[in-house]
């Protein structure tokens, strides 16, 4: 796995021109961890094109080769997992690294849960301090036994060391906050789980886990009720079959390249191949609510998911308050929704938003703190916070912007910089590495950095 250095990179961004050109963005994130999870769990060997290579990604198939995986990478960039079977994971010699990934971390819990193996989960400074409590309640209740290190309100934090059960007992839960990586976690605890597992989804979250489980032949089942929720139930000691798998660009890299087309006069983008689920498409909803320009041609399906080119045209936009029911389906985009927020013309009210709280940051408190930072008005609230746009005006800038050791936060400032007066100046864009290696020359490629 890719290591920082220690020491912190700091890079200003200034006003750009027209950004123009077609480009990708890296493979999805969610599919990427599931993909080699899930191919690490077949028998015979995957194909995976397109894969993430960013930091939590390697996380995940560091973890994956340590517990018996076998995972090479071609040249070109192909990559192939000979999986070990459901129930085949071995003990792993030393504790897993998570770095940065806390989507790793709490996936590979419930995969392991079921399994008859102890394993210790470490990670960087971040995400040794987010809550994992959501993840071992429910484990915990199908036999699986956890032991870390003590958080903030009694929560438990990594390094962490759990034993998994086997045979564990089959559960049935309903989630009571709106989260994929739980509602996975509990999946995935339930392939090596003998009976029925059964989430009930009061609020639907991504649903990656779920299409990429059929694909691979887990005998899974999704219905929707009246009033929107969804009932997951899922057969256990599934037998996975080996995958040839395609993985989309990632709505929430894209989100960067979108709101930047957008913001900067003059300017039109496209964005090629990504992903449309649409549990993960509110963000594209939010931006066109705001008056934003943004068309999807070629739209296709790949190996289950929707995909499409974007063609992003600068706009002038407008305060919005979103329904707070959106939340789940642009989660991770909303640091960069802020930004658009501040340049937009009039007020937007941003609430429901507690899950922003325990990522990679505390999302709200910090981009709130940088947005002032900038020259921007905002309120910070309990769950949310109030953004009073510039109207079109550049913003003033400034800093350094404190990410935190937070991948979006980094990326949502270099954005509002290329609409400063003055330039905006991010303390450390190291942690980009974990999710958009490619992030500043693609930049670069639209002209938005020299």
């Known amino acids: 796995m890719t290591q920082h250095s220690d020491t912190p990179t700091p890079r200003t961004f200034t006003a750009a021109p027209a950004l123009s050109g077609s480009v ?18 077949a028998i015979g060997e995957s194909r995976v094109e397109g894969l ?35 129930g085949g994971l071995l003990q792993p010699e030393t504790a897993l690294d998570m770095g940065n990934s806390g989507t790793s971390t709490r996936l590979l819990m419930g995969l392991i849960a079921s399994h008859d ?47 998994g059960a086997c045979p564990a007992v089959p559960l049935d839960y309903t989630l009571p906050v709106a989260s994929a990586q739980v509602k996975s976690a509990i999946l995935l605890a339930g392939l090596n789980t003998p009976g029925i597992t059964r989430v009930v989804e009061p609020i639907p979250t991504r649903d990656h886990s779920e299409r990429m489980l059929k ?30 798998i395609v993985v989309p660009g990632d709505p929430s890299s894209a989100a960067f390249p979108m709101v930047a087309a957008l913001l900067v006069p003059g300017s039109q983008v496209t964005i ?15 931006l066109r609510e705001m008056g934003g320009s943004i068309e999807v041609v070629n739209a296709r399906e790949v190996g289950g998911e929707p995909v499409g080119d974007l063609i992003v045209t600068a706009s002038a936009l407008n305060g919005v308050e979103p329904d707070p029911a959106r939340a789940p389906s642009m989660i991770d985009e909303y640091p960069v929704a802020f930004i658009a927020a501040a340049f937009a013309e009039g007020r937007s009210v941003f609430r429901g938003l507690e899950e922003l709280r ?17 020259g921007v008005t905002v309120e910070e609230l309990e769950d949310g916070i109030v953004i009073e746009g510039s109207g079109g005006k550049l913003l003033p800038g400034g800093g350094p912007i404190a990410t935190k050791l937070d991948h979006r936060i980094a990326m949502s400032f270099a954005v509002a910089g290329l609409v400063s007066e ?3 100046t991010i303390d450390d864009m190291r942690p980009v590495a974990t999710s958009f290696p490619t992030f500043l020359p693609l930049l670069q490629t639209l002209g938005a950095v020299a």
């Open 24 to 41: 990708t963005v890296p493979g999805d994130k969610s599919i990427s961890h599931r993909s080699l999870m899930l191919s690490a769990l």
């Open 117 to 163: 193996l102890t394993a210790t989960f470490t990670g960087d400074a971040s995400l040794s301090k987010r809550p994992m409590a959501r993840v071992t309640e429910p484990l915990s209740r199908i036999g699986a036994r956890f032991t870390g290190s003590p958080g903030a309100n009694g929560n438990m934090t990594l390094p962490l060391t759990m034993k």
């Open 422 to 424: 003055h330039g905006v």
């Open 215 to 244: 694909g691979f032949g887990a005998d899974l089942n999704v219905e929707v009720q009246a009033d929107g929720t969804r009932v997951i139930t899922l057969v256990g000691e599934a037998e996975l079959k080996p995958q040839n």
């Open 52 to 86: 993430l290579e960013g930091e939590d990604v390697l996380a995940t198939a560091e973890a994956m080769r340590a517990m018996g995986a076998t995972i090479t990478r071609d040249d070109d960039g192909v990559w192939h997992i000979h999986g070990v079977g459901v």
């Open 358 to 374: 325990v990522k990679e940051s505390d999302r709200i408190a910090t981009m709130a703190q940088g947005l002032r930072a900038i």
């Open 272 to 286: 090629a191949n990504v992903g449309l689920n649409g549990t993960r498409a509110g963000l594209i909803d939010l």
